[in-house]
């Protein structure tokens, strides 16, 4: 896939399937806004991520409209406009219905679903102008229910027709699509969750059979998805939910 000369806003990106994505955007000839929650987080992306001249920095919570404002605002004047969105910041707490907080409800609510309503919006007159697309980072738990994750499943089951939502209303100018990845091998899953458990083995392999090919997926195979819907090869692919699960919502053995 060719990018060369796109200007590409991944919010989330200094760590994960974010970081993943906008070297997969950058091998390719892109140049992208790196954005962070704050402007260290966004710094250690960009420094990770090594070619400074095709980088530039977004730093911003995109849990408030404000700080949603501030990131769009910055890759456009850091990109000089914009092709291509990927909303990829997220958050993901644990937690029994019984025992999920306000607090766990509005952080989920407000970086998954909000932020990615937001900066859609706020990017929305650049993408026009460049008949560009969107990627939403939505997951299969946004398609199928998960024991301990309510908060989370309504917010991304939100991104999900969000994602359709918005194929219907932008087009033909700008194609919206979204990936829905099972677990994959990145600080969510392995530093904040597996290494977290009371039996770290246990939940790993948990979580590596919760898949029907049996395995934690890399964030780079992620990538490569986001990479094909955000590029020309899909011209015709708009308001699609693109499992890259494993199987995992694909029925029951
Ligand atoms: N890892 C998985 O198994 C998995 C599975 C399905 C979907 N996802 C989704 O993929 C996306 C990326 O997750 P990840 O696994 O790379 O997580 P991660 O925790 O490794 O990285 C999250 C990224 O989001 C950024 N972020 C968090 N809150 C933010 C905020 N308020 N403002 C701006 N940036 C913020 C962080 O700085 C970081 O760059 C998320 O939307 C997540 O829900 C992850």
Same mark, same amino acid.
């Given at each position: 896939?060719?990018?060369?000369?796109?200007?590409?806003?991944?919010?989330?990106?200094?760590?994960?399937?974010?970081?993943?994505?906008?070297?997969?955007?950058?091998?390719?000839?892109?140049?992208?806004?790196?954005?962070?929650?704050?402007?260290?987080?966004?710094?250690?992306?960009?420094?990770?991520?090594?070619?400074?001249?095709?980088?530039?920095?977004?730093?911003?919570?995109?849990?408030?409209?404000?700080?949603?404002?501030?990131?769009?605002?910055?890759?456009?004047?850091?990109?000089?406009?914009?092709?291509?969105?990927?909303?990829?910041?997220?958050?993901?707490?644990?937690?029994?219905?019984?025992?999920?907080?306000?607090?766990?409800?509005?952080?989920?609510?407000?970086?998954?679903?909000?932020?990615?309503?937001?900066?859609?919006?706020?990017?929305?007159?650049?993408?026009?102008?460049?008949?560009?697309?969107?990627?939403?980072?939505?997951?299969?738990?946004?398609?199928?229910?998960?024991?301990?994750?309510?908060?989370?499943?309504?917010?991304?089951?939100?991104?999900?027709?969000?994602?359709?939502?918005?194929?219907? *209303?932008?087009?033909?100018?700008?194609?919206?699509?979204?990936?829905?990845?099972?677990?994959?091998?990145?600080?969510?899953?392995?530093?904040?969750?597996? *290494?977290?458990?009371?039996?770290?083995?246990?939940?790993?392999?948990?979580?590596?059979?919760?898949?029907?090919?049996?395995?934690?997926?890399?964030?780079?195979?992620?990538?490569?998805?986001?990479?094909?819907?955000?590029?020309?090869?899909?011209?015709?692919?708009?308001?699609?939910?693109?499992?890259?699960?494993?199987?995992?919502?694909?029925?029951?053995?």
């Amino acid at each position: 896939m060719d990018f060369t000369g796109k200007r590409i806003l991944v919010t989330g990106s200094s760590r994960g399937i974010g970081r993943a994505v906008a070297d997969e955007f950058l091998s390719s000839g892109g140049r992208v806004a790196i954005n962070g929650r704050t402007p260290e987080s966004t710094h250690e992306g960009i420094c990770a991520l090594g070619d400074a001249a095709a980088l530039c920095t977004a730093p911003g919570d995109v849990g408030t409209l404000a700080g949603c404002r501030a990131v769009v605002e910055a890759a456009v004047e850091g990109l000089g406009g914009l092709d291509i969105l990927i909303n990829s910041a997220g958050v993901g707490d644990y937690a029994p219905f019984a025992e999920t907080t306000e607090a766990m409800w509005d952080a989920a609510i407000d970086v998954n679903l909000k932020g990615t309503f937001f900066c859609s919006q706020l990017a929305l007159d650049d993408l026009r102008a460049a008949r560009g697309n969107i990627v939403n980072i939505a997951s299969d738990a946004g398609l199928i229910g998960e024991a301990g994750l309510s908060a989370y499943c309504a917010s991304k089951g939100g991104v999900v027709n969000l994602t359709r939502a918005l194929a219907i *209303e932008l087009a033909p100018d700008v194609r919206v699509n979204c990936v829905c990845p099972g677990y994959v091998d990145t600080d969510m899953v392995r530093r904040d969750g597996i *290494e977290q458990a009371d039996d770290p083995v246990a939940h790993e392999q948990a979580l590596i059979d919760y898949a029907p090919l049996k395995r934690i997926a890399h964030p780079a195979e992620i990538a490569k998805a986001i990479a094909y819907l955000a590029s020309d090869d899909a011209i015709f692919v708009t308001g699609a939910a693109l499992p890259i699960d494993g199987g995992t919502t694909a029925g029951r053995g």
